[in-house]
C-alpha cells in the first residue's frame, strides 16, 4: 500500500509540473502595429492622389474612403453599416473677395491668409480700417474686449481686431454696436493658421478671420493712416448629405457601449492624413485585431465609428448623437475620440477631463477624468510624457458631451505654436505649429511623426482594449452623478474658442 501511494503520488506531482500555465491576455496595443496603421494612410493618400488630392466631404474622394474602411472591416468579420445624413451648409455664390485697396494693391488668398466666420453675414465692403487696441508687439491682449476699446470708432470703418482674451462674439458684438461696416480677426502672435469663428447666430455684416501673419501687417499698416480693404462674402445655404460608417464587436454588454471615434474626412484644401487619416487609420487597425482578445476581454460592445463631415462642423458625429433615442445614449458608456495623432512637430496630448488645467470652455461630464487619468497612467508606466489638452468640444467627442455622455482621447496638435518647454518635453521645434501643414495641400505622408503616431496608435488600442473589459472607473463616477447624463451640459463662458 505505502509503495503504491508514494507511486501514485510521484505521478500526481508529475502531472502537475506539466501543466500550462494559465495563457495571459491578449495585448492590444502589441497586436496593433505601426506597419498596420500606416497601411491604411497609405491607401487613404492613394485615394486622394486618384480623386483631385482631397478626401473631403462631396468629393469622390470621401465616398471611396468610406467604401475602403467597409472592406477592411467585412475582411475583419465585422457588418458595418453605412449611416447617411443630410445638414445646411453654405456655399459661395460668387468668389469671395479679401483685398488692399489703398495706399496698395493685395489680393489674399481665403483658405490660406484668411477664412469666413461660421456665421458671417453677406456684403460688399470697401472701406477703411480701423485697428482697435492694438496689443504690444508678441501679446496677446484684450482688443475689443470692452466697450471703451471702440471710443471714437469711426463708424462705417473695417473693424480689425487681433484675437484673444474673451470670445469672438463679445468682440464682434462691441464692433457692430460702435457701427463697424465689417469685421476682420486676426491669429494671435502665440498661433499659427486659420479658424472659423462661430459668433453665436447668423450676423448681417461680413466677418472674416487672417493669419497673424497678414493681421500684423494690417495693423500696422491701420496705425499709419490710409488703409482700405475690400471684404465680398456672398455666400447661400444649400443641403448636403454625407454618411458615418458604424461597425461593432459581436461580443459584449449592448447596454454598455464604447463608443470609439474618429473622422473620415479632409478639408477641400488636402488628402487630410494626419488630420484624420491618422485617428481612422488607428481605430481601423484597431478594429481589425479587436476580436483576438476574445470574449473575456470583450465583456462591453465596442462601436467603432468614422464620422463625416467633422470639416463642415462635427455634422456626422452630431447627427448620430441626435438620432439616438434617450434610451440608446442611456447604453453609451463613454466616448473615445482620436484626431490627429501625428503631428510632425506635435505632442502627446490627452483631453483634460478633469479639468485640472481650468482652461477648458465647457465642464466634462463626470467620468471624463476617469478616461483621461486611463491614458496618463498608461504613458506614465511607459515613461512617456503627456500633457493636458483643452476640452473644448471641438472635434468630433462635442455632441456626446453635449449630452453628458463622458468623453477623452489624444491629440497630437494643430495650428497653435510650440514652446520652449514643449520642445524639451517632446522634441520638435519651439516656434513652429504642431502641423504645420494644418487645413493645407501638404498634409501628406511626408506630414507624419511616425514614432509620435505608433506611441498614439498603442494608447488608442490600449484604452479600447481597457473600457472593453471594464467602465467601472468612468461609470462609478456617473454613477454619483447620473442628473449630469441628459442635455444638462454645462460651459463656462462662450462656445467661442477666444
Same mark, same amino acid.
Given at each position: 500500500?505505502?509503495?503504491?501511494?508514494?507511486g501514485a503520488?510521484?505521478?500526481?506531482a508529475?502531472?502537475l509540473?506539466t501543466?500550462?500555465?494559465?495563457?495571459?491576455?491578449?495585448?492590444?496595443?502589441?497586436?496593433?502595429?505601426?506597419?498596420?496603421?500606416?497601411?491604411?494612410?497609405?491607401s487613404?493618400?492613394t485615394?486622394?492622389d486618384y480623386?483631385?488630392?482631397?478626401?473631403?466631404?462631396?468629393?469622390?474622394g470621401?465616398e471611396?474612403?468610406v467604401k475602403?474602411?467597409?472592406?477592411?472591416?467585412?475582411?475583419a468579420?465585422?457588418?458595418?453599416?453605412?449611416?447617411?445624413f443630410?445638414?445646411?451648409?453654405?456655399?459661395?455664390?460668387?468668389?469671395?473677395?479679401?483685398?488692399?485697396?489703398?495706399?496698395?494693391?493685395?489680393?489674399y488668398?481665403?483658405?490660406?491668409?484668411?477664412?469666413?466666420?461660421g456665421e458671417?453675414?453677406n456684403g460688399?465692403?470697401?472701406?477703411?480700417?480701423?485697428?482697435?487696441?492694438?496689443?504690444a508687439?508678441?501679446? +496677446?491682449?484684450d482688443?475689443?474686449?470692452?466697450?471703451?476699446d471702440f471710443?471714437?470708432?469711426p463708424?462705417?470703418t473695417i473693424?480689425?481686431?487681433?484675437?484673444?482674451?474673451?470670445?469672438?462674439?463679445?468682440?464682434?458684438?462691441?464692433?457692430?454696436?460702435?457701427?463697424?461696416a465689417?469685421v476682420v480677426f486676426?491669429?494671435?502672435?502665440?498661433?499659427?493658421?486659420?479658424?472659423?469663428?462661430?459668433?453665436?447666430?447668423?450676423?448681417?455684416?461680413p466677418?472674416?478671420?487672417?493669419?497673424r501673419?497678414?493681421?500684423g501687417?494690417?495693423?500696422?499698416l491701420?496705425q499709419?493712416?490710409?488703409?482700405k480693404?475690400?471684404?465680398?462674402v456672398?455666400l447661400a445655404?444649400?443641403?448636403?448629405?454625407?454618411?458615418?460608417v458604424?461597425?461593432?464587436?459581436?461580443?459584449?454588454r449592448?447596454?454598455?457601449?464604447?463608443?470609439?471615434?474618429a473622422?473620415?474626412?479632409?478639408v477641400?484644401?488636402?488628402p487630410?492624413?494626419?488630420?484624420?487619416?491618422?485617428?481612422?487609420?488607428? +481605430?481601423?487597425?484597431?478594429?481589425?485585431?479587436?476580436?483576438?482578445?476574445?470574449?473575456?476581454?470583450?465583456?462591453?460592445?465596442?462601436?467603432f465609428?468614422?464620422?463625416?463631415?467633422?470639416?463642415?462642423g462635427?455634422?456626422g458625429?452630431?447627427a448620430?448623437?441626435a438620432?439616438?433615442?434617450?434610451?440608446?445614449?442611456?447604453? +453609451?458608456?463613454?466616448?473615445l475620440n482620436?484626431?490627429?495623432?501625428g503631428?510632425?512637430?506635435g505632442?502627446?496630448?490627452?483631453?483634460?477631463?478633469?479639468?485640472?488645467?481650468?482652461?477648458?470652455?465647457?465642464?466634462?461630464?463626470?467620468?471624463?477624468?476617469?478616461?483621461?487619468?486611463?491614458?496618463v497612467?498608461y504613458?506614465?508606466?511607459?515613461?512617456?510624457?503627456t500633457?493636458?489638452?483643452?476640452?473644448?468640444?471641438r472635434?468630433?467627442?462635442?455632441?456626446?458631451i453635449?449630452?453628458?455622455i463622458?468623453?477623452?482621447?489624444?491629440?497630437?496638435g494643430?495650428?497653435? +505654436?510650440?514652446?520652449?518647454e514643449q520642445?524639451?518635453?517632446?522634441?520638435?521645434t519651439?516656434?513652429?505649429p504642431?502641423?504645420?501643414?494644418y487645413?493645407?495641400?501638404?498634409?501628406?505622408?511626408?506630414?507624419?511623426?511616425?514614432?509620435?503616431l505608433?506611441?498614439?496608435?498603442?494608447?488608442?488600442?490600449?484604452?479600447?482594449?481597457a473600457f472593453?473589459?471594464?467602465?467601472?472607473p468612468?461609470?462609478?463616477?456617473?454613477?454619483?452623478?447620473?442628473?449630469l447624463?441628459g442635455?444638462?451640459?454645462?460651459?463656462k463662458?462662450?462656445?467661442a474658442?477666444y
Amino acid at each position: 500500500m505505502r509503495k503504491l501511494a508514494i507511486g501514485a503520488a510521484a505521478a500526481l506531482a508529475a502531472t502537475l509540473v506539466t501543466v500550462p500555465p494559465a495563457e495571459a491576455a491578449p495585448d492590444l496595443a502589441s497586436l496593433v502595429t505601426l506597419k498596420d496603421v500606416r497601411k491604411h494612410l497609405q491607401s487613404l493618400q492613394t485615394i486622394s492622389d486618384y480623386n483631385g488630392g482631397s478626401r473631403a466631404v462631396g468629393t469622390p474622394g470621401y465616398e471611396i474612403s468610406v467604401k475602403y474602411v467597409v472592406s477592411q472591416l467585412k475582411k475583419a468579420g465585422f457588418t458595418p453599416t453605412v449611416q447617411p445624413f443630410s445638414y445646411t451648409s453654405v456655399e459661395e455664390r460668387t468668389p469671395t473677395v479679401l483685398a488692399q485697396t489703398a495706399p496698395g494693391q493685395a489680393a489674399y488668398k481665403l483658405g490660406t491668409d484668411f477664412t469666413l466666420s461660421g456665421e458671417t453675414g453677406n456684403g460688399d465692403v470697401n472701406a477703411a480700417v480701423t485697428a482697435v487696441d492694438v496689443p504690444a508687439p508678441g501679446q +496677446i491682449g484684450d482688443a475689443g474686449c470692452e466697450a471703451a476699446d471702440f471710443a471714437n470708432f469711426p463708424q462705417g470703418t473695417i473693424a480689425l481686431i487681433q484675437r484673444g482674451a474673451c470670445p469672438f462674439e463679445q468682440k464682434f458684438t462691441n464692433a457692430k454696436a460702435a457701427g463697424a461696416a465689417a469685421v476682420v480677426f486676426y491669429n494671435r502672435p502665440d498661433e499659427a493658421g486659420l479658424l472659423n469663428p462661430l459668433l453665436n447666430g447668423k450676423r448681417d455684416i461680413p466677418v472674416a478671420f487672417a493669419t497673424r501673419e497678414l493681421g500684423g501687417e494690417l495693423a500696422k499698416l491701420a496705425q499709419a493712416g490710409g488703409l482700405k480693404l475690400r471684404l465680398k462674402v456672398d455666400l447661400a445655404e444649400v443641403t448636403k448629405k454625407s454618411s458615418n460608417v458604424i461597425a461593432e464587436t459581436k461580443w459584449g454588454r449592448a447596454d454598455n457601449v464604447v463608443v470609439v471615434g474618429a473622422h473620415l474626412d479632409s478639408v477641400h484644401e488636402g488628402p487630410g492624413i494626419n488630420d484624420n487619416g491618422t485617428g481612422s487609420a488607428a +481605430i481601423l487597425a484597431t478594429a481589425q485585431k479587436i476580436h483576438k482578445l476574445g470574449r473575456k476581454q470583450l465583456r462591453n460592445k465596442v462601436r467603432f465609428a468614422w464620422w463625416g463631415a467633422e470639416e463642415d462642423g462635427l455634422q456626422g458625429s452630431t447627427a448620430y448623437v441626435a438620432g439616438l433615442s434617450a434610451e440608446e445614449r442611456a447604453k +453609451i458608456a463613454l466616448n473615445l475620440n482620436f484626431d490627429m495623432l501625428g503631428s510632425v512637430n506635435g505632442i502627446r496630448g490627452v483631453y483634460d477631463g478633469d479639468d485640472s488645467s481650468g482652461q477648458n470652455p465647457t465642464v466634462p461630464p463626470v467620468g471624463s477624468g476617469a478616461i483621461e487619468k486611463t491614458f496618463v497612467d498608461y504613458y506614465a508606466k511607459r515613461k512617456l510624457p503627456t500633457m493636458d489638452t483643452e476640452f473644448s468640444g471641438r472635434s468630433d467627442y462635442g455632441p456626446f458631451i453635449e449630452v453628458g455622455i463622458p468623453a477623452g482621447g489624444l491629440f497630437s496638435g494643430a495650428e497653435v +505654436i510650440k514652446t520652449p518647454e514643449q520642445a524639451k518635453l517632446f522634441g520638435g521645434t519651439a516656434g513652429r505649429p504642431y502641423d504645420p501643414c494644418y487645413h493645407q495641400g501638404c498634409d501628406t505622408l511626408k506630414n507624419i511623426d511616425w514614432k509620435l503616431l505608433d506611441t498614439h496608435a498603442d494608447g488608442v488600442a490600449f484604452a479600447t482594449q481597457a473600457f472593453a473589459k471594464s467602465t467601472l472607473p468612468v461609470n462609478g463616477e456617473t454613477r454619483r452623478a447620473r442628473a449630469l447624463r441628459g442635455p444638462a451640459m454645462q460651459y463656462k463662458g462662450d462656445r467661442a474658442v477666444y
